[in-house]
């Protein structure tokens, strides 16, 4: 069963627009939130992470909410640009032993000029 | 500065055949781990590597196994490849710890006929 659930499957959103990701998972003891970018040909890299302590965390245009009684974690990008464009994956993991990480089915946005 | 290196980066297969993915980090991580990525199915773990000299099974272990070579180097092997395993296959690395990301590499992808 997936760990991690994310919601949309796809998105497009206009230039300058919000874009927003949503992500839940059931598993108390994930202490740590990472989203990932991917480019077509790509393999993943690390965007933004957030662990539970926290309810926001912003870097530049991306910022990362969580709401830990919902289970629940997005990722919003402002101003979204063209070459936002790309697959976002969030994910969750306990930040101890092996430090495996359970991603979600991802969400290809694409920026409209 | 390499980070994560896979070899080979495109390979085909007819069913029945072997082959090994070979991955190799450079940054002196702990932690190595082999996924598979399938549309609409996100990253799926295969198989990971919490230190030198030890491996366990993740999500999705059977047809595929691994072996740690060294600190380095973690090598992913399909003994009798099924069309099935038909994937992009990511290797990545982590440092243990609280907080640290994985880095990727840029993926083999995989067919088999």
């Known amino acids: 069963q997936q760990q991690v659930k994310q919601s949309p499957q796809s998105l497009i959103v206009q230039k300058g627009g919000i874009s927003i990701i949503n992500c839940a998972y059931e598993?108390?003891?994930?202490?740590?939130f990472p989203w990932y970018q991917q480019f077509p040909g790509k393999g993943p890299a690390l965007l933004i992470a957030?662990?539970?302590?926290?309810s926001e965390k912003k870097e530049g245009r991306f910022t990362i909410s969580f709401n830990k009684s919902a289970k629940q974690f997005s990722l919003h990008i402002m101003d979204s640009q063209p070459g936002d464009s790309a697959t976002y994956f969030c994910?969750?993991?306990?930040?101890?032993?092996?430090?495996?990480?359970?991603f979600g089915t991802g969400t290809r946005l694409t920026v409209i000029p | 500065n390499a980070g994560v290196t896979q070899t080979p980066k495109f390979q085909v297969l007819k069913t029945g055949q072997s082959m090994t993915l070979q991955c190799a980090q450079d940054?002196?991580?702990?932690?190595m781990y082999w996924y598979r990525q399938d549309p609409g199915m996100g990253l799926r773990l295969i198989y990971y590597?919490?230190?030198?000299?030890?491996?366990d099974k993740g999500e999705v272990p059977n047809g595929y196994n691994v072996s740690r070579l060294n600190k380095r180097e973690f090598s992913l092997r399909l003994e009798s490849a099924a069309p099935s395993q038909t994937s992009v296959y990511f290797c990545?690395?982590?440092?243990?710890?609280?907080?640290?990301?994985?880095?990727f590499g840029s993926g083999t992808r995989l067919t088999v006929v």
């Open positions: 940054m002196n991580h702990n932690s």
């Open positions: 590597s919490a230190s030198e000299g030890t491996t």
């Open positions: 957030i662990r539970p302590d926290v």
């Open positions: 994910a969750a993991s306990i930040q101890t032993g092996a430090n495996n990480l359970f």
């Open positions: 990545a690395s982590s440092e243990n710890g609280q907080g640290n990301g994985y880095t």
């Open positions: 598993n108390t003891a994930f202490d740590y």
